[in-house]
């Protein structure tokens, strides 16, 4: 396996400190309002990865944080907090509106098929650790305290950008176009290890420390917790003081995800419209359609979003799952070396940086196989436990809404008819069963989901007839 390394800017083969096993730490949600679809194809990619690694044959543990403190609205330690500008928009405590999106960000996972991790740490669970982890950066010279606050000293790093090249005389403290500098810092690229004289004089979340009452900074979270859990930090912030209080090198491998943008550039909550998983559910559209956009790209380039650009990948995942829902089960036995060759060609195509629109493309190649139906199945099965995307499992309910539209047909009852598309007849099938047994809520949704593939339902007499639009 070949994975492309942030911080060496190549791509390397894949090694393990331990054969066989992998340590991996991801960065969990800041959890004060709904995730966008921009940050969860990040966590898209990295359960791709994740799945990848295990299919290869690693054991990992996986680690994410969540933050539920600390966190402004960037590195520079500027801006208002993002938490406490949930609970004031929510008139809720910072730990009620924490809890609620946190559940509701793992019920995003849960329709995107992201697996949970094996560990998932709030940050305010480990105030202890931060507070020894800064005690000894400040007893070995890499901290100060000024203005109550403690400060991580840059200067004392021989290198400190780690992903970027910068000019030393960055390092020097200046001031950013409309931002308020920070006084207290000695270097512009200092950053906040422990807050004890806030910006935000009604910060709800404070503990006792030996500078005073106060909050942990963002970065601290993420060296504290992946430390505890032997896991990695995740950026330079992190590196920067993570490896100080080691005295060693720490995590070998860095991988990022390129931004979602759409038209307007990169996407954020506070620009353009807010786009969650709940919105495309609302507008019609399978959150796996949204998996399936991601995946045909990789995870290294920019994706523009757009609704034209979701319709196409919708459509082309209705057509994979009505070619796979066009195999017959019963056909045959799996041919257990046909199926080891496929798993092979999957490893290798995958294996070149997480290249998963070779992952889709091999499902395509695995259709064409020039073997049996059962075969294909457990080609096409053994991929989807890396990318996901519940092929089986929706073409099984293409196959069952048909037998009961042919069923019905044969009876004289409902029929579909349209422009010979079995995922879309089956959809209009499943509509009429959710009418009939009056669920109102589900066969508006099908018919959402229809109309955001560009399908026109026609209802008639004896059943329905669609066509596009």
């Known amino acids: ?39 969860l194809r990040s966590y898209i990619m990295e359960d791709v990865l994740e799945k990848f690694l295990r299919y290869s044959g690693y054991s990992v543990n996986r680690v994410m944080n969540i933050t539920d403190v600390g966190h402004l609205t960037s590195d520079a330690d500027e801006g208002e907090d993002k938490m406490l500008k949930g609970a004031h928009r929510e008139h809720k405590t910072v ?87 920070d006084t207290n810092k000695r270097n512009k690229n200092d950053f906040v290890l422990w807050f004890t004289k806030s910006k935000f004089e009604d910060q709800a979340l404070k503990w006792d420390s030996p500078w005073g009452v106060g909050y942990p900074g963002w970065h601290i979270e993420c060296s504290g917790i992946s430390m505890k859990y032997n896991a990695f930090p995740h950026h330079t912030n992190e590196i920067a003081q993570s490896e100080s209080y080691l005295g060693h090198p720490w995590c070998p491998q860095w991988f990022h995800v390129a931004h979602l943008n759409t038209s307007h550039g990169k996407m954020s909550k506070s620009k353009g419209e807010f786009l969650t998983v709940s919105l495309l559910e609302e507008k019609g559209y399978d959150p796996l359609a949204y998996r399936f956009f991601c995946l045909q790209s990789h995870y290294r380039k920019a994706l523009v979003f757009s609704w034209e650009n979701l319709d196409n990948a919708a459509a082309a995942y209705g057509k994979l799952i009505a070619k796979i829902a066009a195999l017959n089960p019963e056909d045959g036995t799996v041919d257990e070396a046909v199926l080891k060759e496929y798993k092979e060609k999957f490893l290798q195509q995958m294996g070149n940086d997480l290249n998963t629109s070779m992952g889709v493309t091999a499902l395509y190649d695995a259709l064409k196989a020039k073997t049996n139906d059962a075969t294909k199945l457990a080609i096409l099965n053994s991929y989807d436990q890396v990318l996901s995307l519940s092929l089986l499992e929706k073409a099984a309910a293409v196959r069952e809404a048909n037998a009961k539209a042919q069923t019905a047909k044969a009876e004289g009852g409902y029929t579909v008819t349209g422009e010979g598309d079995p995922a879309i007849d ?26 955001a593939q560009g399908i026109e339902i026609v209802d008639t007499k004896d059943g329905a007839s669609w066509k596009r639009v």
Request: with cysteine; charged share 30%; proline share 3%.
């Open 1 to 39: 396996m070949y994975l492309y390394n942030s911080a060496t800017h190549k791509k390397a083969e894949f090694t393990t400190h331990t054969p066989g096993h992998v340590e991996m730490y991801t960065c969990g949600p800041t959890v004060y309002h709904f995730a966008h679809i921009g940050n």
């Open 95 to 181: 730990m009620e509106v924490a809890k609620y999106y946190t559940d509701a960000f793992f019920d995003d996972c849960r329709k995107l098929n992201i697996k949970r991790p094996d560990v998932v740490q709030p940050a305010t669970g480990l105030i202890d650790d931060y507070i020894k982890i800064i005690t000894k950066l400040l007893d070995t010279g890499y901290a100060y305290v000024a203005g109550g606050n403690v400060y991580f000293d840059t200067s004392k790093l021989e290198r400190y950008y780690i992903f970027n090249d910068h000019n030393e005389e960055d390092l020097a403290v200046g001031v950013r176009d409309g931002v308020e500098e």
């Open 426 to 451: 089956a959809l209009v099938m499943q509509r009429y069963e959710a009418k009939k047994s009056k669920n109102f809520a589900e066969a508006d949704r099908i018919r959402d989901e229809l109309k």
